[in-house]
């Protein structure tokens, strides 16, 4: 099973980032993914995330800025991250949700 984000790196406040995370090894269509974060000294949160049946839920910190979404012929799960705050900085991790598989993690920084 692999999980590969990508898409990370440095914006300025109010910028935007897409992350992405292409899954292999696993019945992507019928599974719950999610995308986590964790700060520096912190633990690693929950984010957003989405059912086999698109339903989506997200952290109140970032409803109305993310979005989180699926492409299954692609087997990939997408962020997108609109103005974007320094409190947003972080490594973000992709997971699928019910089975316990986790990315190897890509940095969001926001300078401000």
């Known amino acids: 099973v692999q999980l590969v984000e990508s898409g990370g790196g440095l914006v300025q406040a109010g910028g935007s980032l897409r992350l992405s995370c292409a899954a292999s090894?696993?019945?992507?269509?019928?599974?719950?993914m999610g995308w986590y974060r964790q700060a520096p000294g912190k633990q690693r949160e929950l984010v957003a995330q989405?059912?086999?049946?698109?339903?989506?839920d997200y952290a109140d910190a970032v409803k109305g800025r993310f979005t989180i979404s699926r492409d299954n012929a692609k087997n990939t799960v997408y962020l997108r991250m609109n103005v974007l705050k320094p409190e947003d900085s972080a490594v973000y991790y992709c997971?699928?949700?019910?089975?316990?598989?986790w990315g190897q993690g890509t940095q969001v920084t926001v300078s401000s």
């Open positions: 090894g696993i019945i992507f269509s019928i599974n719950a």
């Open positions: 997971a699928a949700i019910d089975l316990g598989y």
């Open positions: 989405i059912t086999s049946g698109g339903y989506t």
